[in-house]
T-cell receptor, first 111, second 114 residues
Framework: RKEVEQDPGPFNVPEGATVAFNCTYS??????FFWYRQDCRKEPKLLMS???SGNEDGRFTAQLNRASQYISLLIRDSKLSDSATYLC????????????FGAGTRLAVHP | GAVVSQHPSWVICKSGTSVKIECRSL??????MFWYRQFPKQSLMLMAT?????????EQGVEKDKFLINHASLTLSTLTVTSAHPEDSSFYIC??????????FGPGTRLTVL
């Protein structure tokens, strides 16, 4: 079983739609979680950290449920520029010591 | 934010040759750098953790004699793929850890072995 599992998608949504991605993790030693965004043939870029209390950054909302070992990302009012692969990432060892990446969920936003 | 560069951005080589990839932190010192590999439609996989002035720590299944890592200074780590074969073709990405324990990723190096 993969340590971090995501639905690969693709999610094809129209502009303005709300889309939700889910992720599960199996390593209970994972201490911190993040969502990264990766464009085609580019390096991953940090989108946001994920907390149990939930956190919001503009149109993006992330949530962590440690009991269920489940992480979510909600994108509201999708833009064309949101088209990318979204990577769910767990960190072991505190902070950014060792990152475990999911395979990513592809999002395609169309006009 | 902090900047990490990689060189070259892409490389094509013949089977059996060795390829060196450089990872540099441009505006900060990084005692720890990480090397990842990503095959198409797969996740980034950590290959090794590179610590300045000491031997790298390799992940299970990664051959240390094939993937040589040198972290000779606080701003430079190199990964050498020795005797490269077509199955080594991949996207190699480094990251550098800054003072606030944040990882900054380089732009990646696309290696194609013919």
């Amino acid at each position: 079983r993969k340590e971090v599992e995501q639905d690969p998608g693709p999610f094809n949504v129209p502009e303005g739609a709300t889309v939700a991605f889910n992720c599960t993790y199996s390593n209970s030693a994972s201490q911190s979680f993040f969502w990264y965004r990766q464009d085609c043939r580019k390096e991953p870029k940090l989108l946001m950290s994920v907390y149990s209390s939930g956190n919001e950054d503009g149109r993006f909302t992330a949530q962590l449920n440690r009991a269920s070992q489940y992480i979510s990302l909600l994108i509201r009012d999708s833009k064309l520029s949101d088209s990318a692969t979204y990577l769910c990432v767990g960190a072991i060892g505190g902070g950014y010591n060792k990152l475990i990446f999911g395979a990513g969920t592809r999002l395609a936003v169309h006009p | 934010g902090a900047v990490v560069s990689q060189h070259p951005s892409w490389v094509i080589c013949k089977s059996g040759t060795s390829v060196k990839i450089e990872c540099r932190s441009l505006d900060f010192q990084a005692t720890t750098m990480f090397w990842y590999r990503q095959f198409p439609k797969q996740s980034l996989m950590l290959m090794a953790t590179s610590n300045e002035g000491s031997k790298a720590t390799y992940e299970q299944g990664v051959e240390k004699d094939k993937f040589l890592i040198n972290h000779a200074s606080l701003t430079l780590s190199t990964l050498t793929v020795t005797s490269a074969h077509p199955e080594d073709s991949s996207f190699y990405i480094c990251s550098a850890r800054g003072d606030i324990d944040t990882q900054y990723f380089g732009p990646g190096t696309r290696l194609t072995v013919l």
